[in-house]
């Protein structure tokens, strides 16, 4: 069965009698398409009115829709003879982080994503998409792999952020974050960063520090989370609409921000209603950043992406 928002009710209680009127017969021959097909127009009518003028704390919770694509999905549908890599070569594996080689539609590359599990027993498994120190180490490992070989890389963030448990701040979390951003920037190949859903603060950087970096354009990406920035300014979760607005975390306003450079449209209703329509649109944006960069010298190609990130913020300080 579909999940549907808070704010999505009208909509659910339209399609669902859509779908009563599906399975019922038709008693004594009255046609019933008719009435099904005015209330799919009135139904679409309403998506298309609710996902226009959606607020920063809506799109939150359709960057963390269940039903979401994860990035296992997109390797799945992109990547031909993906090879998992495993492990940091210092401690463990964490599953939160997938990684290995593959092929983009020919060309060899390295793959990269925060995963979060599609149902219990596979969101405990990727402990939710919040890495531990050795998923960043794991992850500087193959961007430095990609780059000893020529590979280009791909990664795709959809994370709450880094895990806060103390077990990961003892093995040194901000340390092995720190390192995975240096790791991205350092690279000399071209890396292409896709928010595909949440993007949490350095958890979602380690991954993010890109030539380009696409944003979907229901997904969110932020320091912080709102509930996290309303506990700490106002002491109450309940807030976190407010700090939404104010954290300017949708892809419409970091892109105005240029801290992003590509918004990837979202089928109607977003990512969570056409899977594949999503994964297409997103598979077309990386050809398109890919193909821009790709040639370029390497040593450019580190230079422009250090001048890019030093330059973030800048003019709103000046």
């Known amino acids: 069965m579909r999940h549907f928002l808070d704010f999505e009710k009208p909509i659910a209680e339209l399609e669902g009698k859509i779908e009563e009127l599906r399975r019922m017969s038709e008693p004594n021959g009255i046609n019933i398409a008719d009435e099904v097909a005015r209330l799919t127009v009135v139904a679409d009518r309403q998506l298309r009115a609710t996902y226009a003028k959606l ?31 495993a492990g940091d070569r210092a401690f463990a594996d964490d599953a939160a982080v997938l990684g290995g080689m593959g092929r983009y539609h020919g060309r060899s590359v390295v793959v990269l994503g925060t995963e979060k ?22 992850a500087r ?5 990609a780059g000893r070989f020529g590979l280009p890389i791909l990664t795709f963030i959809d994370t ?32 292409i960063a896709t928010v595909i859903g949440e ?46 607005e104010a954290l300017r975390l949708t892809a419409e306003d970091l892109k105005k921000l240029r801290l992003v450079d590509t918004i990837v449209a979202e089928p109607l209703g977003g990512a969570q209603r056409d899977s594949q329509a999503a994964i297409t649109a997103v598979d077309q944006a990386i050809q398109e950043a890919l193909l821009s960069i790709l040639g370029t010298d390497s040593v450019a190609l580190r230079t422009r992406r250090r001048e890019k990130f030093l330059e973030m913020g800048r003019e709103s300080i000046s």
């Open 160 to 191: 709450a952020g880094a895990f806060p448990g103390i077990d990961a701040e003892a093995r040194g979390q901000a340390e092995a974050i720190a390192r995975s951003i240096e790791a991205c920037l350092e690279a000399p190949v071209p890396l």
């Open 199 to 244: 993007g949490g603060s350095g958890g979602a950087i380690a991954l993010g520090a890109g030539d380009k970096v696409l944003m979907m354009e229901h997904a969110i990406y932020s320091v912080i989370s709102p509930e996290g920035c309303a506990s700490i300014l106002w002491r109450d979760q309940a807030q976190a609409p407010v700090a939404a």
């Open 141 to 145: 490992r193959l961007i430095e792999f």
């Open 117 to 138: 599990g599609a149902d219990t027993e596979s969101r405990v498994k990727h402990n939710f998409g919040m890495a531990r120190p050795e998923g960043y180490r794991k």
């Open 55 to 85: 607020t920063p704390w809506q799109k939150t919770q359709v960057a963390r829709h269940p039903d979401r694509p994860k990035a296992s999905d997109y390797i799945r549908a992109l990547i031909t003879e993906f090879t998992p890599m």
